[in-house]
């Protein structure tokens, strides 16, 4: 069993930046690929980005591509998401996931285990 808790989210303006985190209990953090998703009122969830267990593949979605950034740190056994520029339309709830698997890291049926979430809400 894994329990995450994100934390970080907030009310920006746009333009701003925000680094969101997420803590992990597993006490095999470094088996789980991590993920982060998120989801707009009356919209379904949707990949942000991945990183495979070994933080050697990283993949993201094209809407924030060359303004977010996820990293881990499995001493710590934490995964972030810094997210520059940031813009309305990302606004959402942004959960934390974790998957055994290492395959379609932007897929959500890949994750077995999810956080809570974090509010991020970007005005104009």
């Known amino acids: 069993q894994v329990q995450l808790v994100e934390s970080g989210g907030g009310l920006v303006q746009a333009g701003d930046s925000l680094r969101l985190s997420c803590a992990a209990s597993?006490?095999?953090?470094?088996?789980?690929?991590m993920g982060w998703f998120r989801q707009a009122p009356g919209k379904e969830r949707e990949a942000v980005a991945a990183?495979?267990?070994?933080?050697?593949?990283?993949y993201y979605a094209e809407s924030v591509k060359g303004r977010f950034t996820i990293s881990r740190d499995n001493a710590k056994k934490m995964v972030y998401l810094r997210m520059n520029s940031l813009k309305p339309e990302d606004t959402a709830m942004y959960y934390c996931?974790?998957?055994?698997?290492?395959?379609?890291?932007?897929?959500?049926?890949?994750?077995?285990?999810w956080g809570q979430g974090t509010q991020v809400t970007v005005s104009s």
């Open positions: 990183i495979s267990w070994d933080g050697r593949s990283i």
């Open positions: 996931a974790a998957a055994h698997g290492s395959l379609q890291l932007l897929l959500p049926g890949t994750y077995d285990y």
């Open positions: 597993a006490r095999t953090f470094s088996n789980y690929a």
